[in-house]
């Protein structure tokens, strides 16, 4: 019987020794936004996405956002952690120039009163470091705007437009939108 006590004793132990090797929670953590929006938990019959963007979402913690913690006039990810990435199942318009149907990396310059926004053909890497604008896709200006109270936690949505939709960026009290039409 102690033999038993003591090879259980020892297979607790080397589980939570194991167990304590996986690291902790981002503290920003993954989301995904796609249009249709909720597609993923409303989807009706025959219903498909058009577009879907996998991103982190930082805190606002007290700090000042814009122009603070997110420098003006600087390429951002579009989040935390990785580089954000938006899908296009079909292919789009943005700002009059069409993008084909795949996968690009969503970077942004915030403003004070207008943000870049950068679609770029680069994949995989964390941050904005390795970013390189020869691989730009697209880049645009929209206004900033603002939201009707504080948003805590970084969002990215969409919302139905004239032909096609919105994608709503927010963080604090600024929104920017930026036409997809398809």
Do not use: C
């Amino acid at each position: 019987m102690r033999k038993f006590l003591i090879i259980g004793l020892l297979v607790l132990v080397s589980s939570g020794a194991a167990f304590s090797q996986f690291r902790g929670l981002d503290r920003s953590p993954l989301d995904i936004a796609y249009f249709p929006d909720n597609f993923a938990h409303d989807r009706q019959a025959g219903e498909k996405a058009i577009v879907k963007v996998t991103y982190s979402r930082p805190q606002k913690k007290s700090r000042e956002i814009f122009g603070g913690i997110v420098r003006f006039d600087q390429v951002w990810r579009t989040g935390a952690n990785e580089a954000t990435e938006i899908k296009f199942y079909q292919d789009v318009t943005i700002a009059g120039k069409k993008i084909k149907k795949g996968v690009y990396s969503l970077f942004t310059i915030p403003g004070k009163e207008k943000w870049t926004i950068i679609i770029n053909s680069d994949l995989d890497y964390w941050g904005h470091y390795s970013y390189n604008e020869k691989n730009d896709v697209l880049r645009t200006e929209v206004a900033v705007g603002k939201t009707s109270g504080t948003v805590e936690a970084f969002t990215i949505q969409f919302r139905n437009a004239d032909g096609g939709a919105a994608m709503q960026l927010a963080w604090d009290d600024t929104l920017v939108e930026v036409p997809v039409k398809f």
